[in-house]
């Protein structure tokens, strides 16, 4: 950090000499001195005096009185040369930025009287024995004296200010550039890290030397102070203790400390059109030295997100309103720093990519040879990295004047073959009111390699077309964020600090026993603008449109999203994670085990925004980890076929003895192919051989139909009975034929067929009330409690299906997707209930693809459950079929059942005849109405045997064949009397 980022514009007229005498009590931690100031003729001159203690003070030998309160002592100009002297003194026991003691001696605050411009300073200062000392100067002279030392500074730039270390330092020396010295100041027990910041800072010295040109002073110097600082002065760069200690300093803020030597020292900022001397260094150090780890992409996501986070739309600052940032973890701080450090540092960046890397650099090696010495403005770096290309105004203009950041989007994609060529064609769009001239980045990514290009953009819709000689898979916008703009959700990992920045979050306490332990925060919160909730007021539509915390997480609300996250059980946990009803905004959960361990770890927390998960043990962190995200705005083209080596596939043997040593094997089908019905009976088939104990699970069957099922594996009900019972055709609708031989295979083995699912109408209400918390106590009591919504890409993947139906609304989906979780809980939790009670048993589970996804679906619930080995088995239907979706494809030969025997009626029970079965539609040209059936008509008999119910009436057909012929008898009450006919249909 630049230590003199808000100095004031240099006075034209010579600058006043400012010598200064200081002494000091070390013990008292007290400071005598005299500021003798010699003003030049024509000059006046203020000085704030803070609260120093002023014994005298005398202009030209006459006494004159401190103003009072806090006015600054005012010299008016007056013809001639005049003196000034000022006696004055202070203790500083407990100021933050200034430090006297045994220990050291660190003035950076108010600790002489500051003018309100630049002055010539000469610093000479008694310090005891054993003590050595730093100060902005080009030369130090020490002079040993009785009682110790004094040492005097002299220095050829004006300043504002000046600043002073002193301790036991040991001092150590190497020499750079044209005779100039670098030099260590390290307290005694810290001296072995001198020579590692030595070799680093001679490294920077020297690759910023020939960046930039010559560095501007005689001597550079490491000093390491009590306090916690870190901070450029002139000469030299002042790490607090704590900070000197961390292993990575030598290799991030040593180098943005050094630079600011060139410029924030000796180019000062003209702040009148704001600081520009942040960005630049940050671009220059921070961000060039990720670039040399390879971690330049991850860096400058990171400046986004920061952006991001902490930048409120409605309140941001423009680049030329930066002046500084003072050190804090603050939001409103923050929120600084991500502006004049980080935005404008991704300015440099694209100004680099703008102009070229060679005009870059010619326009940084001008920068500094004009401006040495004096101060400088965006407008006069604006002039010197203009020479030699078009004008860099308009490109100045929109990112130091704008308040907002370029929103992009691609839209109307085309994948497209004509006349022989393949033709990428998209619409770029600007979601700003004004649009931004842009050169955009993208990247075509195939499995075979990826391809960039770069699409200038100036207007809202930009067509854009790619001609191509290879077929992409995916197009990624800004792959490697070269621009300054705003992230996509795939790009936005969880973070602290992405909750720290959110507006007004909802705060979920889970009991009364919570709300005091995490009273503390929840006061620090309220006063931010949260909105604190008791889990059993919270809402649905809450939980859907806002950041959350979750204070506990072993209520309901939490675990119906997250299920029951297991955390240390000492200390505090912070695991944030994207609200799975909205990931745009972030959801954090916190659990604590006392409120001492919970503000131990709060103090700590600020400093590790980036992370995803923390956990701290008395205030020290245990373990942490960054949660991933996306790289660029991606969007899928189309899916790339998929190769299968048919000389290293497995035959059907060597699968199925893998299989047996798994406890759960799922067996995935499109419900109403036949092919895939084939595979899971040969599987259950192959696997009940094996001689373990088998059982099977079956997404068709509710609960409710269990007894059925085992009354029918029992043999105390025949088929059409068990259909009945089982209400199948009312619960799943599908042909029945389709399972037929496999509830005969398991009804011939003896094995048990387990009912998986839940009522449809729990699961309907869910939907149609938005949510399980809208349902009411009843429905929710019958729902599981841990329900998981955050698992990966599954959002994504029920979206996907939610907007296939027409006419569904996008404020429909947060009922839909917790519904649709649903499912899968209750089917993991009956298979780990009946694993659980039958642990000799190996299980095969029938279900659609969907549920059997091994990475978001049935499988990753049932090891949240219950540890078992799984595996997943699908049938390949000719659509991409991935690893992470399933362990086994296979490829079976296409089969078909023979076409259904229909009526062709539509039938429900009748309104007006009770316990009557009406035709409520008869298809045209159908056998029904071939035989003259007609709509009202009422369904007496199907081949003498009575009609109960519409499914009694698809019973009835189950094992006839088209062109069979059936006699029916039917009611037709418009006739007098309502007489019965009876009626032959050809099916």
């Not at 600084?336 to 960046?349: H, T």
């Not at 088998?694 to 068990?722: C, N, T, V, W, Y």
């Amino acid at each position: 950090m630049l230590m003199l980022a808000l100095a004031p514009a240099a006075a034209a007229a010579p600058a006043p000499d400012y010598h200064l005498t200081a002494g000091f009590d070390l013990a008292q931690a007290t400071i005598k001195a005299v500021a003798e100031i010699t003003i030049p003729g024509g000059q006046g001159l203020s000085l704030d005096l803070g609260d120093l203690t002023t014994t005298a003070i005398e202009l030209n030998g006459q006494p004159l009185a401190r103003p009072l309160g806090d006015q600054p002592l005012a010299i008016a100009p007056q013809e001639g040369e005049r003196h000034l002297v000022i006696d004055y003194q202070k203790s500083f026991a407990k100021a933050p930025d200034n430090l006297i003691s045994p220990q050291g001696i660190a003035l950076t605050g108010l600790w002489h009287p500051r003018p309100d411009h630049d002055c010539r300073f000469h610093l000479k200062v008694s310090l005891p024995k054993g003590f050595t000392a730093v100060s902005e100067a080009d030369r130090i002279d020490t002079e040993p004296t009785p009682a110790g030392v004094t040492v005097r500074f002299a220095i050829h730039q004006d300043l504002p200010a000046i600043n002073l270390a002193a301790g036991p330092y040991v001092v150590t020396e190497d020499h750079f550039g044209n005779g100039q010295t670098l030099y260590t100041y390290f307290f005694p027990e810290d001296a072995a890290l001198a020579s590692a910041y030595r070799e680093k800072a001679l490294a920077y010295l020297k690759r910023y030397q020939e960046l930039i040109g010559p560095y501007p002073y005689q001597r550079f110097s490491v000093v390491e102070n009590r306090l916690p600082t870190g901070y450029a002065m002139p000469g030299f760069t002042l790490l607090g203790q704590a900070v000197v200690r961390l292993p990575f300093i030598t290799d991030t803020s040593l180098g943005h400390e050094i630079l600011h030597s060139w410029f924030g020292n000796a180019i000062r900022v003209d702040q009148s059109q704001g600081n520009w001397c942040e960005g630049l260094t940050t671009y220059l150090a921070d961000q060039a030295f990720a670039v040399d780890r390879g971690e330049g992409r991850e860096f400058r996501r990171e400046e986004l997100l920061k952006y991001q986070d902490y930048v409120r739309a409605d309140s941001a600052m423009a680049v030329k309103d930066f002046h500084g940032a003072e050190p804090g973890q603050e939001v409103a701080v923050q929120a600084e720093r991500a502006v004049g450090y980080g935005k404008a540092a991704m300015i440099f960046r694209m100004l680099e990519a703008a102009i070229g890397h060679q005009r870059f650099v010619a326009g940084l090696r001008r920068l500094y040879q004009t401006k040495n010495g004096k101060l400088a403005s965006w407008a006069d770096l604006e002039a010197c990295f203009e020479p030699g290309g078009k004008s860099l105004a308009p490109f100045f203009s929109q990112w130091l004047t704008r308040r907002d950041l370029p929103q992009l989007s691609a839209e109307k994609i085309t994948l497209a073959e004509k006349d022989g060529l393949l033709t990428l064609t998209f619409t770029l769009h600007q979601a700003t009111k004004t649009p931004y001239a842009l050169q955009v980045p993208i990247a075509l990514v195939a499995s075979t390699g990826s391809e960039r290009r770069l699409v200038t953009v100036n207007q809202t819709d930009e067509r854009v077309s790619i001609p191509l000689t290879h077929a992409p898979a995916t197009l990624v916008i800004d792959p490697d964020y070269d621009l300054m703009r705003t992230l996509s959700p795939g790009e936005v990992p969880a973070s602290w600090d992405w909750v720290r920045g959110a507006d007004k979050p909802l705060v979920v306490v889970n009991s009364p026993e919570d709300y005091d332990l995490y009273l503390p925060l929840i006061k620090g919160l309220e006063t931010g603008g949260a909105k604190v909730v008791a889990a059993d007021e919270v809402t649905d539509p809450e939980l859907a449109a806002q950041a959350l915390i979750f204070l506990g997480v072993s209520g309901a609300v939490p675990r119906s999203l997250f299920a029951n996250p297991s955390y240390p059980k000492n200390g505090l946990t912070v695991d944030i994670r994207k609200n799975p009803l909205d990931p745009s905004r972030p959801a954090a959960l916190l659990s604590a085990s006392s409120q001492a361990e919970l503000m131990a770890g709060l103090a700590k927390l600020d400093h590790y925004g980036k992370y995803g998960y923390l956990h701290f043990e008395g205030g020290s962190i245990k373990d942490k980890a960054v949660r991933k995200a996306g790289f660029g705005m991606t969007y899928p083209l189309e899916d790339e076929p998929t190769a299968v080596a048919t000389q290293s596939g497995l035959n059907f043997a060597e699968v199925m003895a893998r299989l047996a040593e798994k406890r759960v094997i799922y067996v995935g089908e499109s419900h109403p192919r036949y092919a895939d019905h084939q595979l899971q009976l040969r599987v259950i088939r192959e696997l009940a051989s094996h001689g373990k104990p088998l059982a099977i699970g079956m997404e068709m069957f509710p609960h409710g139909s269990q007894k059925a099922i085992d009354d029918f594996l029992a043999k105390r009900l025949d088929e059409k009975e068990f259909l009945r019972k089982s209400k199948y055709f009312d619960v799943w609708r599908f042909d029945w034929r389709l399972y037929r031989d496999i509830l005969a295979f398991a009804r011939a083995q003896d094995i048990p067929v387990v009912a998986l699912n839940t009522d449809r109408k729990n699961v309907s209400q869910v939907f149609a009330k938005g949510g399980a918390i809208e349902t009411g106590p009843e429905i929710r009591s019958r729902l599981p409690v841990d329900r998981d919504l955050d698992l990966p890409d599954y959002r994504e993947r029920i979206h996907e299906v939610y907007v296939m139906h027409p006419g569904r609304k996008e404020n429909g989906f947060s009922g839909f997707f917790q519904s649709q979780s649903i499912w899968d809980e209750v089917m993991a939790q009956t298979i780990a209930n009946y694993l659980t009670q039958h642990p000799e048993r190996q299980m095969v589970i029938l279900a659609g693809n969907g549920h059997v996804d091994k990475q978001n679906a049935i499988p990753p619930r049932v090891s949240r459950r219950l540890p078992v080995e799984q595996a997943v088995v699908m049938d390949s239907d000719g659509t991409p079929i991935y690893p992470e979706e399933a362990d086994y494809l296979f490829f079976m030969p296409p089969a078909e059942l023979p076409p259904p025997a229909l009526m062709g009626v539509v039938m429900g029970m009748s309104k007006g005849h009770q316990d009557k079965v009406a035709v409520d539609e008869v298809m045209p040209h159908s056998p029904a109405a071939k035989a003259g059936i007609r709509k009202g008509d009422l369904m007496l008999t199907i081949d003498g045997q009575a009609v109960t119910d519409p499914e009694e009436a698809r019973i009835l057909l189950i094992d006839k064949k088209p062109g069979d012929r059936i006699k029916v008898k039917v009611d037709r009450p418009a006739l007098f009397g309502e007489h019965g006919l009876e009626l032959e249909l050809t099916l």
